[in-house]
């Protein structure tokens, strides 16, 4: 069902440990996308990339990295440095963002919690 | 850059009533205009969107209308059923509605009352 997976669901981590949430998607978009949701706060993009080998910051990339290394696969690493890193986490994709009528699929996210 | 606001952010409505949640945006280069429905603990996703070369879009109970003077749109449901319960989002953005120009509202949380 959608064809965008993400793993683990849930995610427990010790404070000051990098971690990587899992993205793939086999509906051969161009575009993936990262987004954090909190409560109250909507979505909150961290990390693009329209193409592989290229990615762009979003609004809250701070404390965040990611690679695209095939098309397939965006994964997100959240690093010691991101201050408030417990959050619900969604993955996305999208055929290529100049063409029309390219909305947005999500996965079914990962909760990741940090102590 | 864009901001987007979204009033209200709880609504409760009982079964059978229209529910209706508005947004507005900010920059008016924006020209695509989607919304997303969550369901507790599932994925958002895409319940109808719509461009700025129209000023109202339906499908079946839902309905989406734009004023691109005023710079808002709205989301309209019609006869609602328990299912429809859920966070909606709405998003503005530009060029083909990649999500690398989408910025979303902070959500309405639509509660319907059997």
């Known amino acids: 069902d959608g064809g965008i997976t993400q793993s683990p669901k849930y995610l427990f981590r010790k404070e000051g440990q990098n971690v990587t949430l899992s993205c793939e998607q086999n509906?051969?978009?161009?575009?993936m996308y990262w987004y954090r949701q909190d409560p109250g706060q909507g979505l909150r993009l961290i990390y693009y990339?329209?193409?592989?080998?290229?990615?762009q910051k979003g609004d809250i990339a701070e404390g965040y990295s990611v690679s695209r290394e095939k098309k397939e696969s965006f994964p997100l690493t959240v690093t010691s440095a991101q201050k408030n890193p417990t959050a619900f986490y969604l993955c996305?994709?999208?055929?290529?963002?100049?063409?029309?009528?390219?909305?947005?699929?999500f996965g079914n996210g990962t909760r990741l919690t940090v102590t | 850059g864009e901001n987007v606001e979204q009033h209200p952010s709880t609504l409760s409505v009982q079964e059978g009533d229209s529910a209706v949640i508005k947004c507005t945006y900010s920059?008016?280069?924006?020209?695509?205009f989607p919304w997303y429905k969550q369901e507790l603990g599932k994925r958002p996703q895409l319940i109808i969107d719509?461009?700025?070369?129209?000023g109202e879009k339906k499908d079946q109970r839902i309905a989406v209308t734009l004023n691109k003077t005023a710079k808002h749109f709205s989301l309209h449901i019609t006869e609602t059923q328990p299912e429809d319960s859920a966070v909606y989002f709405c998003?503005?953005?530009?060029?083909?509605?990649?999500?690398?120009?989408?910025?979303f509202g902070k959500g309405t949380h639509l509660i319907i009352q059997p």
């Open positions: 998003a503005a953005g530009k060029s083909g509605g990649g999500a690398d120009g989408l910025t």
């Open positions: 990339s329209q193409i592989v080998n290229d990615f």
């Open positions: 996305a994709s999208s055929l290529s963002p100049g063409q029309n009528n390219s909305p947005l699929h």
């Open positions: 509906l051969n978009h161009d575009a």
């Open positions: 719509i461009r700025s070369n129209v």
């Open positions: 920059d008016s280069a924006s020209n695509y």
